[in-house]
């Protein structure tokens, strides 16, 4: 899993698994989360968000699981294509006046073998 | 419906050189931002703007000068180009500034200095 701050990790799944990645955040004031996919060449695209007041929210084929006891958000994609390798990145904004400023994660490389 | 649109895609700058990155989105969006992405890392915030004639800096602004003159613009100047500067550049924007808006990104500008 990513951790805000370290370096980046990878993760190597088969095709038709269930993937987790991991991101742990370190601003216990951070009140939205976003996941966001980035393939090569091109920019970050979101996938999913979170507000601190949910547990976990579902969407096609992913879901997302916050944690806030121990400040540590989850991706998990299930039956993973090779169309899902790519590189992930967690971000969190601390809210307050921080308006849209995101802080984010260095990312995780994900790679599906067919 | 374009999104974010950056341009150029590619440029290479020597030294001292001054040059502007452009950033259009046709959404209608109040909040634009910058960032700089290099390898290995996740994406910081190099400036940031929550509507036409208001802009802030981001975690990493020196080097850097931005405008907002109308809604869809949010160009980005480097003054005098250091190699410290080379890295990949994603304008992003979201439907406003309040917490809890997923941002859109352009595909990047990757700039190389010499």
């Known amino acids: 899993g990513e951790s805000v701050g370290l370096h980046l990790p990878t993760l190597s799944v088969q095709e038709g698994d269930n993937s987790i990645i991991n991101c742990a955040y370190s601003?216990?004031?951070?009140?939205?989360f976003i996941w966001y996919k980035q393939e090569s060449g091109k920019g970050p695209q979101f996938i999913i968000d979170?507000?601190?007041?949910?547990d976990k929210r579902q969407g096609q084929r992913v879901t997302v699981l916050l944690n806030k006891t121990v400040k540590h958000l989850s991706l998990q994609i299930a039956a993973t294509q090779p169309g899902d390798s790519a590189v992930y990145f967690c971000?969190?904004?601390?809210?307050?006046?921080?308006?849209?400023?995101?802080?984010f994660g260095q990312g995780t490389i994900l790679t599906v073998h067919p | 419906n374009a999104g974010v649109t950056q341009t150029p895609k590619f440029q290479v700058l020597k030294t001292g050189q001054s040059m502007t990155l452009q950033c259009a989105q046709d959404?209608?969006?109040?909040?634009m931002s910058w960032y700089r992405q290099d390898p290995g890392m996740g994406l910081r915030l190099i400036h940031y703007?929550?509507?036409?004639?208001?802009?802030d800096q981001g975690e990493v602004p020196n080097g850097y000068n931005v405008s907002r003159s109308t809604t869809e613009d949010f160009p980005l100047r480097l003054l005098s180009a250091a190699p410290s500067q080379t890295s990949v550049y994603f304008c992003?924007?979201?439907?406003?500034?309040?917490?809890?808006?997923?941002?859109?990104f352009g595909d990047g500008t990757r700039l190389s200095i010499l």
């Open positions: 992003a924007s979201s439907y406003s500034a309040n917490q809890g808006q997923p941002q859109h």
């Open positions: 601003n216990s004031a951070s009140d939205y």
């Open positions: 979170i507000r601190s007041n949910m």
């Open positions: 971000a969190e904004n601390a809210g307050g006046t921080s308006y849209g400023k995101l802080t």
């Open positions: 959404m209608n969006h109040e909040y």
């Open positions: 703007s929550v509507g036409a004639g208001i802009t």
